[in-house]
């Protein structure tokens, strides 16, 4: 999809790990086993042109390489201007930005993925 907007694109991500806090109580760690609760710690970000990342899998395979256990994947993108894209330097800022508001659980304005590339939803 961001091949195909009017302008160039840099691709933002972020990778997090679900985590539960150390004081949970019985009935959290419950539901954390049963895949629900805890909190979000980012682990990873990096930015990348569109045609940097084939596709979900190669990100996948190529994030392998840091030896970072993360189970998803906050995505986001910057869009260019006058035909050419935002630079690494400008994704500094945004990449900040968008580890805070994860990590504050607001997640809703970016695309989330786990590994196997399913789509995720959060209530």
């Keep these: 999809m961001a091949c195909n907007q009017a302008e160039p694109q840099r691709l933002l991500f972020v990778l997090a790990k679900v985590q539960l806090p150390q004081d949970a109580t019985p009935e959290q760690k419950a539901r954390f086993e049963q895949g629900e609760g805890g909190y979000l710690e980012s682990v990873l970000c990096v930015d990348k042109l569109p045609e940097e990342v084939r596709d979900l899998a190669a ?3 190529e994030s392998k ?8 994947a906050f995505i986001s993108s910057m ?8 630079n690494s330097d400008e994704a500094v800022q945004p ?5 805070q508001r994860i990590e504050a659980g607001q997640v809703a304005n970016f695309l ?11 209530q």
């Design 59 to 61: 990100f996948v395979d």
């Design 65 to 72: 390489k840091t030896e970072l256990d993360w189970d998803l």
């Design 112 to 122: 989330a993925v786990n590994k196997q590339g399913e789509l995720l939803q959060f």
């Design 95 to 99: 990449l900040k930005l968008m580890v």
């Design 79 to 86: 869009e260019g201007r006058a035909g050419f894209a935002p």
